[in-house]
Every structure is written in C-alpha cells, then in structure tokens.
C-alpha cells in the first residue's frame, strides 16, 4: 500500500511554470512588438491608395462620359456644398463631374436627370473630401473634350497622408490624352 501511495504523489500536475509562462509572454510580446507597427503601416499605405483611387475613378467617368455624350465634360475640386467648382487647387473638400455644356467652369445646373439634358450643365457624381490626407492639384479643373483629350492637361496630383511616413504619398498624374498614372513617392518634409 505504501508504493501506491508513493506513486499517486510522485505524479506530476499537469500545468505550466512560471517561467514557462514569462517565457510565452515575452516571445508574444516580441512578435506584438514588430508585427503591430507592420499591421499599421498596410493600413495607413492602403487608406491613401483607396483615396487616390476615388479620385482616379472620378477622372476616368468625366473622360468615359465626354466621348459617350460627344460634350465637354469637367472635373473640379468642389465647394462645400459640393454642387459648384470651388475655384481652388485644394481637392481635399471633395470635386464633383459634370457635363459642361456652354464651356465654362461653373456647373450651371438645372432640374430633371441627366439623362433628359441636352441643352444645360448636369452634375453627374459628387465625391466627398478625404480624411486624415492633403490632395492639391496643379489646376482646380480636368476639361475633358468629345474626344477624350484633356484641353489642359497634364494635371498633377499630389496626395500626402497627414502621418505620413516613407512613402505614404501619392503623385497622379492626367495626361493631356487624358490617361491617369498614379506613382507611390516618398513623403515630402
């Protein structure tokens, strides 16, 4: 009976140490350490690549919607209201497209879709301004002609993260063809 007893208390508890654990926490500690600020660099670089896409989207219906309606159509940095050009090379407020009739760059618009307008401006998509970035044009307008041509191209784009780190920057640039380019660049001072 004694090595019954014996053997019942020489068995081990399942379990872990203490310095099994300091262990473990320091290991995920370390890889906390170096994957966290990873983690958080592809957000921010992927934040600044969907805003410079919104604006590559915008510029490609305005050429898309002037040689399928055979009119001039503009892109502008817009106002707050976001219904007018703002008149500014600041595009963080946001731009609107629309089909710009009488060659101006004011988007004289009236009622009734834009389907139904044949004689007058019509807006045809409104996007809001970027967060947490800076967007500056070299013009405060895209002029795309019928046939896809910009008539004051080229225009550059430059799109900084406010935390910007490395290359977190973006340069987009429309061709006087009226193409868009877009080139990750290093964060100016």
Same mark, same amino acid.
């Given at each position: ?8 208390s020489m068995e081990r508890h399942k ?40 604006l590559v989207t915008s510029v490609q ?38 089909s710009n009739l009488d060659n101006d760059?004011?988007?004289? #618009?009236? @009622?009734?879709?834009?389907?139904? $307008?044949?004689? !007058?401006?019509? =807006?045809?998509? %409104?996007?809001? /301004? ?27 784009? #430059?799109? @900084?993260?406010?935390?910007?780190? $490395?290359?977190? !920057?973006?340069? =987009?640039?429309? %061709?006087?063809? /009226? ?11």
């Amino acid at each position: 009976m004694s090595e019954v007893c014996t053997t019942m208390s020489m068995e081990r508890h399942k379990g872990f140490t203490v310095v099994e654990l300091l262990i473990t926490i320091v290991v995920v500690s370390i890889l906390l350490a170096t994957g966290v600020p990873s983690i958080l660099q592809m957000v921010k670089n992927n934040r600044v690549t969907m805003q410079a896409n919104k604006l590559v989207t915008s510029v490609q219906l305005g050429r898309n919607e002037a040689v399928k309606r055979g009119t001039r159509t503009t892109v502008c940095a817009a106002n707050t209201t976001l219904d007018d050009c703002a008149g500014s090379s600041n595009w963080a407020n946001g731009w609107i497209v629309f089909s710009n009739l009488d060659n101006d760059s004011t988007a004289d #618009t009236g @009622t009734g879709e834009c389907d139904d $307008k044949k004689d !007058e401006d019509c =807006i045809m998509r %409104t996007s809001e /301004g970027i967060n947490n970035s800076t967007l500056t044009g070299s013009d405060n307008a895209i002029h795309f002609l019928p046939t896809g041509l910009t008539d004051n191209g080229p225009v550059t784009f #430059t799109l @900084t993260a406010n935390d910007c780190e $490395k290359e977190q !920057e973006r340069s =987009i640039i429309v %061709t006087l063809q /009226g193409h868009t380019t877009i080139a990750s660049q290093a964060c100016t001072p």
